[in-house]
């Protein structure tokens, strides 16, 4: 469902120099699967979310979704996905109803439909009390509920998660976990970039370790442990984003040592 194919990006810097914010990035994310994206702040993980949109035109190679290449077709891509980030912003004047109807109509989705979508993700959500609330007077957790049922008015197959849980209290996040935990029953491919390595512990199929630029680990939580001779996925953090790149192949190196 989710293709990335050697995707670079560069940036010019004074003096001549170029920046490389993206360094030849590879993976898949098939159907019914969470990736976990993972990497400090400053290794390229929101910069390749935006070029798998569209919104950032890469300098080579390719991201598609469903068969459609975000730069040829990002129309087609935008309709296939559904985004929530922590700096995702409401209309403060619009109520919630009028905002979720007011999204399905720019996903093109049919007023009937739309009607029968809403009433799922309130009842879904917990949003049936907010409905005619102005987006204004909602809490930070109701915000990102509201979010949440934003992203998936129109149904799509595919769901890009950027630190969705920023700020939410304990209550908050578990609303976010069991998001999340509903995409995967319902076949949706889900690309999730959080800093909660234990979240992302528990809810990702598959991982991705991105460090300056560059994939520099994947694989299951499983492979992980035994190439890295760490157990937590936060220990495999931190070893991997202080010795670079580890895999084998054009787009990685050697391991790093074992022990401490």
């Known amino acids: 469902m989710i293709t990335v194919r050697e995707l670079t990006k560069e940036y010019p810097l004074p003096g001549g120099t170029i920046l490389r914010a993206v360094d030849g990035v590879t993976f898949t994310v098939a159907p019914g699967e969470v990736y976990g994206l993972l990497g400090p702040n400053g290794a390229g993980k929101t910069t390749t979310l935006r070029m798998l949109l569209g919104l950032l035109s890469p300098t080579s190679g390719y991201a598609s979704i469903a068969g459609f290449r975000s730069m040829e077709d990002p129309d087609e891509v935008k309709r296939r996905v559904g985004v929530v980030s922590a700096g995702t912003g409401l209309y403060q004047h619009l109520t919630v109803r009028e905002m979720l109807l007011f999204f399905a109509d ?46 998936l008015i129109h149904q799509p197959p595919v769901m890009l998660l950027d630190e969705p849980t920023l700020g939410l209290d304990v209550l908050g996040t578990q609303v976010i976990i069991e998001f999340i935990e509903l995409l995967k029953s319902q076949g949706k491919s889900v690309i999730l970039c959080t800093h909660h390595l234990d979240e992302a512990e528990r809810l990702c199929s598959r991982f991705g370790l991105m460090h300056r630029g560059r994939l520099v680990a994947e694989g299951t939580l499983g492979e992980l442990r ?8 936060m220990q495999i953090f931190l070893r991997w984003s202080t010795t670079g790149p580890l895999l084998s192949g054009h787009n990685q190196s050697s391991e790093p040592p074992r022990g401490s």
Do not use: I
């Open 106 to 151: 720019l996903y093109r989705v049919p007023p009937a439909q739309a009607q029968l979508e809403l009433t799922r993700l309130s009842e879904l959500l917990g949003l049936d009390e907010l409905l005619d609330r102005f987006c204004s007077n909602l809490s930070t957790g109701q915000k990102q509920r509201v979010n949440l049922a934003r992203s």
């Open 226 to 233: 035994e190439r890295s001779g760490c157990d937590s996925l």
